[in-house]
């Protein structure tokens, strides 16, 4: 959605906000801050090399499935990753 300079568009964006909110039961919140910064999870080995990334986005929710099956797969495979394997095939 762009916001730009339309004040309905910034409206619906708050009550949107606040409804998944309160669908989530959300208690307490942080708005304090940059609001358009957006992280990531890396997964490392036991050595500290990176082995997969998920990148974070504002308007889809963290990819828990993802992170889950890859942190599996690497510890079953030696910490060889879940994507290396699909390359290879």
Known sequence: MSIGFNPLA???LITD???RMKELDVKT???KGEGFLQGGWIL???SGTPRAAFQ???KKRV????ILEEVQFMRSNNNSTLYEEKEIE
């Open 17 to 19: 906000s606040m409804t």
């Open 29 to 31: 919140y942080n708005a």
């Open 10 to 12: 910034m409206v619906r």
């Open 44 to 46: 490392f080995d036991p």
């Open 56 to 58: 974070e986005n504002a």
């Open 63 to 66: 990819p828990i499935n993802d």
